[in-house]
């Protein structure tokens, strides 16, 4: 049974450009969260989605942000015209349902440039 | 503001000794606490748990302790080994279950480096 994947490790977009993360929860899980780490900090919650439903979105920021988790496929925190403070380590998590151990993946490392 | 947060950023030990990383807390409502390790470049990863029932929960080679009182949440390491080098996180969740939800807040972190 494989981990939470996300995909690209690394990223790099210039201002301006869009930023696509996705993260593909564990077998069986149908609860994803999103999280964003900045150099030497703890991690801030930014959402949580269910599969096609946003459950909590209160740590996104209003604007540029979204994310989604569709039935078929992995979900996508996007980024809209990328700026440099959205330069950050972006983690994922998934667990079975509410209340169950959530587990990390290995994050995407976005670098604006 | 963070209601959850460290003592000292880092603490540097020798291999065999015993490691205690210290977490403070501020909102009272909180009454499930979680500490995580995460190594260089990955993600965190689970070590143990404790309900605000408890006070202290034992785990392989780890030990949390929780003083309600003052708000103060500490892992302790024993035999410290090379392995155990990354940044610890405390992390507090104030609807009592281990999820990453809305309700799990993360402290700043301690790195933690161990000497051979």
């Known amino acids: 049974n494989a981990g939470v994947m996300q995909n690209p490790r690394h990223l790099v977009r210039r201002r301006g450009q869009e930023a696509r993360l996705r993260c593909s929860p564990m077998?069986?899980?149908?609860?994803v969260y999103w999280y964003r780490q900045l150099p030497e900090e703890g991690l801030k919650f930014m959402v949580y989605l269910q599969k096609e439903n946003i459950i909590d979105e209160s740590g996104m920021p209003k604007e540029r942000f979204s994310a989604e988790f569709p039935k078929e496929g992995p979900s996508i925190l996007r980024i809209q015209q990328v700026v440099r403070g959205d330069s950050a380590a972006y983690f994922c998590?998934?667990?079975?349902?509410?209340?169950?151990?959530?587990?990390f993946g290995q994050g995407t490392r976005l670098t604006v440039v | 503001g963070e209601s959850v947060g460290l003592h000292l950023p880092t603490l540097s030990v020798q291999e065999g000794d015993n490691s205690i990383i210290n977490c403070a807390y501020s909102?009272?409502?909180?009454?499930?606490f979680i500490w995580y390790k995460q190594e260089s470049g990955k993600g965190p990863q689970f070590i143990i748990d404790i309900r605000s029932n408890m006070d202290k929960r034992q785990g392989q080679r780890v030990t949390v302790l929780l003083n309600k009182t003052v708000k103060h949440l500490s892992l302790q390491i024993a035999a410290t080994q090379p392995g155990d080098s990354a940044v610890y996180f405390c992390?507090?969740?104030?609807?009592?279950?281990?999820?990453?939800?809305?309700?799990?807040?993360f402290g700043k972190g301690t790195t933690l480096s161990v000497s051979s």
């Open positions: 077998k069986g899980h149908s609860h």
């Open positions: 992390a507090e969740n104030l609807f009592g279950q281990n999820q990453a939800g809305t309700a799990l807040i």
């Open positions: 998590a998934s667990s079975p349902r509410e209340g169950a151990e959530a587990f």
């Open positions: 909102n009272s409502a909180s009454d499930y």
